[in-house]
């Protein structure tokens, strides 16, 4: 339960990684790596190499705030964006901010869904509005579109904390979690998987509000998927400058982890979102 807002929180933060370096995490474990090791060979890209994740002071992997140029692009995501099992230079979102000359603060969170983004988004917002420093592009990874979450209340030290789970139906089947929760994880399969009127409330509705708060401020805003993950990104729910429907990879070519896409991947989003802005006329 490391994902938390606190009292005048400007963003969801990830508390278990915030400040720190880690070497593996998430999908991309230690136990993983030398099973992959054996089986991709000493030629493996990541053989003999370390990957680090550099974690800010909110838990993302990015820079700090403060340490941010005025000339930023804002990325959005779930681990696609975070990056795991790729190194730092080879993220889309790293790649993107060398190709445009702009400075990059990258809010993705592995394994968070649709309902992840919206909130942020909105958190995010009234933090950077204050600050009088919004950026000069917001681009959208929206992840698997079965994904949500849900809050709890945690007290300490006489406060009140906002503590955020993720459920997903693979995360429930594959590892059989019992979370303290029990009556959140029964509404989540029989209410929001399987009569699914909250899911389609979450991805119709949650993406157009993210949208529509970047429209309103005159800040452009880019939407992409991979493949499958969220079925609802057309034009029907989008009325919108700039947009990308689906990136498909078929470099055949994996992160560390083997499971998610690989650096080659990452040219593919960055050369479609770079076509999709110059067929705007995109100018920062």
Same mark, same amino acid.
């Not at 190709?99 to 995010?124: E, P």
């Given at each position: ?34 099973? *992959? ?18 974690? *800010? ?28 099992? #790729? ?19 990258? #809010? ?55 503590? @955020? ?19 959140? /994880? ?21 993406? @157009?509000?993210? /949208? *529509? ?26 009325? #919108? *400058? ?36 110059? /067929? ?5």
């Amino acid at each position: 339960m490391c994902h938390r807002i606190s009292k005048n929180s400007p963003i969801i933060e990830a508390q278990c990684q915030s400040n720190k370096i880690l070497y593996f995490t998430s999908t991309d474990s230690e136990d993983l790596f030398e099973i *992959n090791k054996k089986k991709q060979g000493n030629d493996w890209i990541y053989h003999d190499n370390e990957i680090e994740y550099r974690y *800010n002071s909110w838990g993302y992997r990015t820079k700090e705030f403060s340490e941010l140029s005025d000339d930023y692009v804002l990325t959005f995501g779930c681990s696609f964006t975070e990056g795991i099992g #790729l190194y730092y230079d080879d993220m889309w979102s790293t790649k993107l901010g060398k190709k445009l000359n702009l400075d990059v603060f990258n #809010l993705g969170m592995g394994a968070s869904g649709v309902d992840f983004q919206f909130y942020n988004t909105i958190l995010f917002q009234n933090f950077i509005l204050e600050k009088k420093k919004l950026p000069k592009l917001v681009v959208y990874q929206w992840p698997m579109s079965f994904r949500t979450s849900a809050f709890f209340k945690l007290r300490e030290d006489n406060k009140t904390d906002l503590i @955020m789970e993720f459920f997903s139906p693979h995360f429930i089947e594959e590892t059989g979690e019992k979370k303290v929760m029990n009556s959140f /994880n029964e509404w989540f399969k029989d209410g929001f998987i399987n009569d699914g009127g909250d899911l389609i409330k979450q991805n119709y509705l949650y993406p @157009m509000l993210c /949208n *529509n708060v970047w429209k309103s401020l005159n800040v452009p805003v880019i939407n992409w998927t991979y493949d499958e993950d969220f079925e609802n990104l057309n034009n029907e729910i989008f009325d #919108l *400058n700039f947009q990308i429907c689906r990136i498909y990879d078929d470099t055949k070519i994996k992160a560390r982890d083997l499971m998610h896409n690989g650096h080659l991947a990452q040219d593919i989003v960055v050369n479609k979102i770079i076509e999709n802005l110059n /067929n705007h006329g995109f100018s920062k």
